[in-house]
């Protein structure tokens, strides 16, 4: 009777909510391996996440859009999805969709409301979809979990949730995310053309991440002298012209590298080497690559805005993004400002030190184990 863990997310790479999905699932798993089973949507070229290939694993063979639209007609129908997982006795959804399934309950964890606080910044589809459907699955979950308490209080007043019904687990850094020898440094530099001095964005590039600005204040401590490069570690997302005419249009065009998806053994070296993670993002459900940056001895200067505070604690240089001076004062402090660099890079480790997927396990077992109890006494 296994508890199922939907890890679409993460076959599928798909950025922060894979990277979750991914953490989450093999923190679980090692807690006791004969209590969990997998599953996710098989669509072609996917492959099983290396090292849980022992896990039982069921899969349903669509691709991501006609599975989304499937579940949510078959929660409008109430039909129930219990044949595509054997003996399930609690399903965890670990992105916004919920399959339906009868008599077996569901935990939802919700990573953010961007479609609600930012909707111009959303696919027009996109945002119906989730404007539709994320009402429901919150009503027919029986907890869910945010992963900030900045996303559990948009839960809360969003659709008028019991308080006792939403659960804050944070996420946490890969443990491979620590300082790095200068070798490895010099290593990654040589790999992928990397100059001496350069600031680091990480994340989907896409209007909400506040791209735009950030070029502007890359140019102006470019052509101060104070860095040599920007670095965005990103695929291309949606709704993302205006941020490449600007660049094209730039005078440090040939300064901002886009080397698009990067190897995850590499990136702990790339943040390590990097003067400065810059943040700018307007809004985040949780915003992993602070912590990714703070486990490696980055220094951080990031949006004062949503979950960020939180996240980052006083182990970042705050800036108000919708302000490009604001955003431009804070850079410049931080690369001229060698005692703050130095106080951030110790207050940052020890920042990522109170987070751990070993903790978030803990937790969403101990939430597991609530609702199976519950079930428990009912019957």
């Not at 894979?18 to 004969?34: D, F």
């Not at 965890?92 to 935990?107: F, M, Q």
């Not at 490696?296 to 240089?317: H, K, M, Q, Y």
Request: glycine share 6%; net charge positive.
């Amino acid at each position: 009777m296994p508890i199922y863990l939907d890890v679409s997310a993460a076959v599928h790479h798909r950025a922060g909510l894979g990277r979750y999905a991914e953490s989450l699932a093999r923190a679980l798993v090692a807690t006791g391996p004969e209590r969990y089973a997998l599953f996710y949507n098989q669509e072609r070229g996917v492959e099983p996440l290396a090292g849980l290939e022992r896990t039982p694993t069921q899969t349903v063979r669509l691709g991501y859009k006609p599975w989304r639209m499937l579940v949510w007609l078959g929660q409008l129908t109430r039909v129930g999805f219990n044949r595509l997982l054997p003996d399930a006795v609690l399903f965890h959804a670990t992105e916004h969709l919920l399959p339906p399934l009868r008599g077996v309950p569901a935990v939802l964890t919700v990573h953010d409301l961007i479609f609600r606080h930012l909707p111009t910044h959303h696919k027009p589809l996109n945002r119906c979809y989730l404007n539709l459907t994320m009402p429901l699955y919150c009503r027919r979950a029986a907890h869910i979990i945010a992963v900030s308490e900045s996303t559990r209080r948009d839960l809360l007043a969003a659709y008028d949730l019991p308080s006792a019904k939403v659960s804050v687990v944070h996420e946490a850094a890969d443990p491979r995310f620590r300082p790095q020898p200068p070798e490895a440094l010099s290593a990654v530099r040589a790999r992928h053309g990397l100059p001496e001095r350069y600031l680091l964005f990480v994340g989907t590039i896409e209007p909400r991440k506040n791209l735009v600005r950030l070029l502007s204040a890359f140019e102006t401590v470019h052509a101060a002298g104070l860095t040599d490069g920007l670095l965005v570690v990103g695929r291309r997302g949606w709704l993302c012209d205006e941020f490449f005419v600007r660049l094209e249009a730039s005078p440090a065009r040939r300064a901002v590298l886009l080397p698009g998806y990067l190897p995850d053994e590499d990136l702990p070296a790339i943040y390590a080497a990097a003067q400065a993670l810059v943040f700018p993002s307007l809004y985040e459900g949780f915003g992993l690559p602070l912590l990714e940056a703070l486990a490696c001895g980055t220094p951080v200067a990031c949006s004062n805005t949503s979950s960020l505070p939180e996240v980052a604690g006083e182990a970042a240089l705050y800036f108000d993004p919708t302000n490009t001076e604001a955003l431009i004062g804070a850079v410049r402090r931080l690369l001229t400002d060698r005692p703050l660099q130095e106080e951030l890079r110790r207050r940052g480790l020890a920042q990522a030190a109170r987070f751990s997927w070993q903790r978030a396990a803990v937790e969403t077992t101990a939430i597991y184990n609530s609702i199976l109890l519950r079930s428990d006494d009912r019957t």
